[in-house]
């Protein structure tokens, strides 16, 4: 490192760990970091003092800063080259404007002069800057495109500028192309340009502003719009649960039901088939005493058992056992398919009146300079309404579930006490 590369050129301190880049200059590790943090998102990172452009972000390499590490480096034995020198970029790359006087490899341009229509480097500029025959000359930045500033029909430099046809021409065009027209020097023309610019620019500039609060708006209502459908994802699913939880609870009660009717009956059944068993027995029994009875040869013990079974027989009357043959827990299914197609006709009509509400209420809207609200398609009802076809457990609110519930004990209890009756 040189003396003058002990001074940091972004911070124009003392070098604080030094870091080298390809092109050979040097900056403090922290202060080169920083530059390149916040460079141009382009994608270029471009030396801060040379200028020159790295397609892709070099990887900075650590040196010695101290005045004795650099006589060490300059003191070092000769079996160890020198570092070859860094490359000279002040030619002109592709994409610089170069010299036009320079001969081979062109240096940059650093001035434009407008009246010579040719850009100069710094070596090749000093005779406009030093001869008093230059001082006339219009010397601007450098600019490519020299052309364009040539009249293509006189070969001249454009210098004014014709309203009528609204096209810069130069002196010669006054002559006989543009006679009579009305005309402006172009740095005149510039200046009311330049007016008119910036009145341009306040109005796109005020139409930055509104769109960018459009825009944050925007991104606040669709934050809002994600919140809000989560919300009713969640309720939704909470709802249906419930939902889902009564009707299970109403199933649970009609199997209970069907099984506690079933028992009773079955039970009942058997007890009187047990009974009628008995007094099956009982019957066959006599009447084989009856049989053998009228088979007895003893005119006396014929008479007094006839009697003793006859009296016997006559006293005892049995009951008789009725069935209904229209028995039947038909009643239940029907009150259960009475329960579904009210649920499905409550559902269908009330989804299609949340359908057609939040179809009616537009998110955002586009409107043109006339304020004329774009109309967006219509949504087709009749898909709508399919896809809004739900199971029977579908209900849009905790209120109307609630009401539903209701109804289904009132349903329940009105069958149990049916059965008891």
């Known amino acids: 490192m040189s003396a ?21 200059h040097i900056f403090c590790e ?35 800063s101290s005045r004795s590490s650099r006589q060490s480096f300059n003191n070092r034995s000769p ?18 404007v ?3 006087i320079c001969i081979g490899n062109k240096l940059k341009a650093v001035k434009s002069c407008l009246m010579c229509l040719a850009s100069y480097c710094d070596k090749h500029l000093k005779p406009h800057q030093e001869n008093a025959a230059f001082k006339r000359h219009k010397l601007v930045d450098e600019i490519g495109h020299l052309d364009r500033q040539i009249c293509p029909q006189h070969q001249k430099g454009l210098e004014l500028y014709c309203r009528t046809d609204q096209m810069c021409i130069c002196v010669l065009c006054t002559v006989k192309e543009h006679k009579g027209h009305d005309m402006v020097s172009a740095e005149q023309e510039r ?25 944050d708006e ?49 039970n009942t059944a058997e007890s009187h088939m047990d009974r009628l068993t008995q007094e099956i027995t009982d019957l066959k029994r006599r009447d084989s005493e009856l049989t053998q009875l009228s088979r007895t040869e003893d005119h006396i013990h014929f008479i007094q058992s006839y009697h003793m079974l006859l009296a016997q027989t006559d006293a005892e009357e049995l009951p008789s056992v009725t069935v209904n043959p229209y028995f039947s827990f038909g009643s239940i299914t029907k009150a259960v398919s009475d329960i579904k197609q009210q649920l499905n006709e409550f559902s ?14 537009p998110f955002c809207q586009l409107e043109e300079k006339k304020k004329k609200t ?43 006490m049916s059965h008891q009756l």
């Not at 270029?44 to 650590?62: E, H, I, L, M």
């Not at 969640?234 to 069907?258: A, N, P, W, Y």
């Open 4 to 24: 003058d590369q002990d001074i940091c050129h972004l911070c124009k301190e003392e070098l604080r760990d030094p870091v080298s880049i390809p092109c050979g």
């Open 30 to 64: 922290i202060c080169l970091k920083t530059y390149w943090d916040h460079a141009d998102p382009s994608g270029s990172y471009v030396c801060p003092q040379c200028r020159v452009s790295y397609n892709r972000r070099p990887t900075p390499r650590a040196i010695q």
């Open 79 to 96: 079996e160890f080259p020198p570092a070859p020198p860094a490359p000279d970029y002040n030619y002109a790359g592709p994409r610089d």
């Open 98 to 100: 170069a010299c036009d």
């Open 191 to 215: 200046a009311e340009m330049q007016q008119r610019l910036g009145a341009t620019q306040a109005e796109i500039q005020e139409k930055i502003h509104d769109r960018v609060k459009q825009m």
């Open 218 to 266: 925007l991104k606040q209502a669709v934050d809002a719009l994600k919140n809000s459908a989560q919300r009713a994802l969640q309720e939704s699913e909470k709802l249906f649960g419930d939902m889902l939880h009564s009707i299970e609870r109403m199933q649970q009660e009609m199997t209970k039901l069907i099984s506690s009717n079933k028992k009773a009956a079955l």
């Open 348 to 361: 269908n009509e009330e989804l299609v009146k949340v359908a057609k509400t939040v179809n009616k209420m």
């Open 374 to 416: 774009m109309k967006s398609d219509e949504i087709d009802r009749t898909a709508v309404l399919q896809s809004y076809r739900a199971p029977s457990q579908a209900a849009r609110g905790r209120d109307d579930f609630l009401q539903y519930q209701r109804r289904s004990r009132h349903m329940s209890d009105h069958l149990q």
